[in-house]
């Protein structure tokens, strides 16, 4: 039997065009409430006139889109003017999310995206009441209690308070402060009273540091709250097939993965990670759900390194990773100091072409970039281990990639004019994933490429 999504997903739609529309209602109304000028006053007409073709738009959205689960398959029906029908085999479903906002909380209710292979897209039913929701994941197999799965991590006070000042949320404030300082005065017509006191105070060093301070104290108590609204309640979990994961207060997320599905791992750290110890290991999984603000590839950004070494292990026994890799050789070094670079001779060009006076620019942009390029050289790491590959590259932010020969899709080695002179290569690799994804390690030794495209040759 064909079904349409709950009513309410009517109001849903409207309070995501209110959200969108908030910024351009104040500019009209509030900040021009007595202008005249043709193009507010057009600009006002445009907005109710948006807001009405919304609010039909929305209605005939969920009117026209119906599903259906028969036969071992779901089948999608939507469309306003163009009717479109998808026929979408369980088997091809791999894997899940459901996102629960504070608005879905409301009406006990969630949202609810499938996740299939290929290049299609995923199927999602933002609306649907919880207990259909348990109904379409039992019937996927994709849901269990949860008392029978194995929780990995779970995260701790300590880990959000060390995670908020390392994600830098607390200069978040910043940007806030700057749109109240450009527009309070305007907004309430105080005629420069909001710049006089603020020259008062940048004047006046007993102010200042006080002012200072405090805002500090703001800034990350507001990025502690943000971190833990975020990330509170996070936990990683895993049955014999897949794994869970789960985050959020106000807006909950809970979204499962097939293991088999899980084509590569990569560790990420910045430079404050790196310094605090901790690592950002995330899953690339073939699929797509179009769903990118839910950062469901992430097992959790701020991680211990000895802990998500500890958790990649028990989530995927198959994956080893040795912290020992080799290192690039010396004459990559070289090549790399010597390779021209596009963007410094441009910078060059335009600065002596407006500003010749501030020549000695061009030699600062210069050191650089080639101290940039000595830590790419620094970073670089490969490993061959078994079955597995490792690559890890970066300069400030580095990346270490962990994958399978089997899971590897197509591999490329190249040489470069100036490879060719010092006999280094540079290996290509593509891994199965939406979009595609691509890593690369430059300037191995020759005998190093010969050998890691043999060892993808004895891929089964």
């Known amino acids: ?23 351009p209602a104040i500019f009209l109304f509030v900040f021009h409430s007595a202008a005249e000028a043709k193009w507010v006053v057009w600009g006002r007409y445009g907005f109710f006139i948006f807001i009405l073709f919304s609010m039909i738009g929305a209605v005939l959205t969920w009117w026209t889109f119906r599903y259906e689960f028969r036969e071992q398959t779901l089948h ?17 479903i791999q894997n899940a999310h459901r996102h ?70 607390f ?11 450009f527009t309070i005065d305007e907004f309430f017509k105080l005629g420069g ?26 800034g990350a108590a507001a990025g502690i709250i943000t971190t833990y609204l975020r ?26 993965i097939t293991k088999e599905k899980v084509q590569a791992v990569k560790w990420k750290q910045s430079l404050l990670k790196r310094w605090f110890g901790l690592v950002e290991v995330e899953l690339i999984s073939a699929g797509n759900t179009g769903e990118e603000e839910l950062e469901t590839n992430s097992l959790f950004p701020f991680l211990p390194v000895g802990e998500a070494a ?5 989530l995927l026994p198959e994956y080893k990773i040795e912290m020992e890799m080799e290192k690039l050789p010396r004459e990559a070094l070289w090549i790399k100091l010597m390779r021209p ?17 501030y020549w000695y620019g061009s030699p600062i942009l210069l050191m650089l970039l080639l101290f940039g390029r000595w830590l790419e050289f620094k970073q670089a790491r490969y490993l061959i281990n078994g079955s597995f590959l490792q690559m890890k590259s970066g300069i400030f932010t580095t990346e270490l990639l962990v994958t399978t020969r089997e899971k590897i899709q197509e591999i490329d080695v190249k040489e470069g004019l100036l490879q060719q002179k010092w006999n280094l290569s540079t290996i290509r690799i593509a891994n199965r994933a939406k979009p595609v994804h691509y890593a690369a390690m430059m300037d191995v030794p020759v005998s190093v490429a010969s050998a890691f495209y043999d060892w993808y040759a004895k891929r089964k």
Request: charged fraction near 25%; proline fraction near 3%; avoid cysteine.
């Open 171 to 181: 200069f978040a404030i910043i940007p806030i402060l700057a749109s109240v300082y």
């Open 193 to 218: 009273l909001t710049r006089e006191v603020a020259d008062y105070v940048m004047a006046a060093l007993w102010l200042l540091v006080p002012i200072i301070f405090a805002f500090f104290v703001f």
């Open 76 to 92: 999608v029906h939507n469309g306003i003017f163009v009717k479109s029908e998808r026929h979408v085999p369980l088997e091809r």
């Open 341 to 357: 670079s596009y963007l410094w001779m441009i910078a060059t060009i335009i600065l002596l072409w407006w500003q010749p006076a």
């Open 231 to 256: 990330y509170g309640n996070f936990k990683i979990m895993s049955d014999e097939e897949r794994i869970y994961l789960k985050k959020g207060v106000l807006n909950e997320t809970l979204f499962t």
């Open 310 to 314: 500890r958790i990649v292990e028990e």
């Open 100 to 169: 629960t906002s504070f608005f879905h909380k409301l009406f006990r209710m969630t949202s609810l995206s499938l996740e299939t292979g290929g290049d299609e897209a995923s199927v999602k039913l933002d609306m649907i009441l919880l207990r259909e929701a348990d109904g379409i994941e039992q019937m996927l197999n994709e849901e269990m209690e949860e008392d029978t799965r194995t929780v990995h991590f779970s995260v701790t006070s300590r880990e959000l308070f060390k995670a908020s000042f390392t994600s830098f949320s």
């Open 1 to 23: 039997m064909k079904k349409r999504l709950h009513p309410i997903r009517i109001l849903f739609s409207m309070s995501y065009m209110v959200k969108n529309l908030f910024f």
